[in-house]
């Protein structure tokens, strides 16, 4: 392992064992790959690539918050969202967007790096159409640590692609439609998982929280919120009792994803008459969404208006054909759901309910978490659970 290999794997693992839960989760969900060719540090939203001069060049506080800047654009989802933008301004404004915030935590970023207090507060999106005259003026320099311009990869080995860092640290993550959707997908899951821990710790930075919270909220969608509420639920560790077999190829030892109560899930169907053919659609999407992305262990699906009615089960990933679906419409009742669970041993780890909520018989508390997805406006509130409410 080289010397800026361990100054990597030593404060990723600092990170996440000490007051820097989030960001060291994260840190060790990725791969970390030296490049020469790369000025600093940057990410594709798959992997962070660093050059093992800059590396050792600076202080370990310095490279606490550059990892944590690399981390932030991940978490912000940043390789998906520069697509379509001057890769070069977009790179700029995103850097001014999270730099700020980080600095204000108390981390120590390197002289080089972007900051401005004109943008404090300001969404990268916001800064991005303010920099074309304040570029002119400033000059700023491209990459996201205030390095010169790298140039394309050049990486030995079958399967390496050519990297260009010369627009700056964030690259475009590339890839068809539905690799984007799987990353973002990923992102989503990981980001949520980090949050949980950090937040059962008490160890989650203010000022970045907010900068998530921030960015998030005009796109905030039932995706990101399931992953909120399945997070604790379906919870991933490590251990590192078992190795991870990815980075000791890599000469670094670093602990293995331990991955604990990865169980049942049973998802409940509103078919009753008061459910729209389109709402009735959308709650299929939103199915096989669970059954291909999250992939519990068997996701029971139960139909149900006054009573269950059909009961099928999936294994993980296993898609369900929307083809061949055929709904009793009846009226509306969710207690059958959880006595049907009950009186048939399912057991899930947690329920999801898919409703307009046109009921009031909720039945018992079934004894494990609850997730309702509402479409329409009936203000039924059910008396256990968390709720997610559709467009529609």
């Known amino acids: 392992m080289s010397e800026a290999s361990k100054r990597i794997v030593q404060t990723t693992v600092q990170m996440a064992i000490g007051g820097e839960i989030f960001?060291?989760?994260l840190a060790l969900r990725y791969e970390w790959?030296?490049?020469?060719?790369?000025?600093t540090m940057a990410t594709d939203g798959r992997r962070f690539y660093y050059n093992p001069d800059f590396v050792l060049s600076i202080t370990q506080a310095e490279l606490k918050a550059v990892i944590i800047h690399e981390i932030m654009?991940?978490?912000l989802m940043h390789p998906l969202?520069?697509?379509g933008h001057d890769h070069r301004k977009a790179n700029i404004a995103m850097d001014f967007a999270i730099n700020i915030p980080i600095r204000d935590c108390g981390y120590k970023l390197p002289s080089m790096?972007?900051?401005d207090n004109r943008y404090a507060g300001m969404a990268w999106e916001q800064i991005y159409k303010l920099l074309p005259q304040q570029q002119q003026k400033q000059n700023q320099p491209s990459n996201g640590q205030g390095q010169g311009q790298g140039q394309p990869s050049q990486d030995q080995g079958q399967g390496q692609q050519q990297r260009d860092y010369s627009n700056g640290d964030v690259l475009s993550a590339g890839g068809t439609a539905e690799e984007r959707a799987d990353l973002e997908q990923q992102i989503m899951t990981?980001?949520?998982?980090?949050e949980q821990t950090a937040r059962e710790a008490g160890k989650m930075p203010g000022a970045l929280r907010d900068l998530l919270v921030q960015v998030r909220e005009p796109e905030e969608d039932y995706r990101y919120l399931f992953q909120k509420f399945m997070a604790p639920i379906f919870p991933v560790d490590y251990t590192w009792q078992r190795p991870s077999r990815r980075f000791m190829g890599q000469g670094m030892y670093m602990p293995s994803l331990l991955k604990?109560?990865?169980?049942k899930l049973v998802v409940g169907l509103d078919t009753s008459a008061s459910v729209s053919k389109v709402e009735l659609e959308m709650f299929l999407g939103l199915i096989n969404h669970f059954l291909t992305k999250v992939k519990p262990e068997k996701t029971h699906l139960l139909y149900c208006d006054t009573t269950v009615?059909?009961?099928e089960m999936f294994k993980p990933g296993q898609p369900m054909d929307v083809s061949e679906f055929q709904a009793q419409r009846g009226g509306t009742r969710f207690r059958p759901v959880f006595d049907y669970s009950s009186e048939h041993d399912l057991k899930p780890k947690a329920f999801v309910y898919l409703t307009d909520m046109e009921c009031d018989d909720f039945g018992p508390d079934p004894g494990v978490p609850v997730l309702w997805f509402q479409v329409g406006n009936y203000k039924s509130r059910p008396p256990f659970g968390e709720v997610i409410r559709l467009k529609s």
């Open 113 to 115: 790096a972007l900051l």
């Open 81 to 83: 969202r520069i697509k």
């Open 73 to 75: 654009h991940v978490a």
């Open 33 to 39: 790959q030296a490049d020469k060719a790369c000025p």
């Open 23 to 25: 960001f060291g989760s």
């Open 260 to 263: 604990d109560g990865v169980g």
């Open 190 to 194: 990981t980001v949520a998982q980090a």
């Open 309 to 311: 009615y059909k009961h």
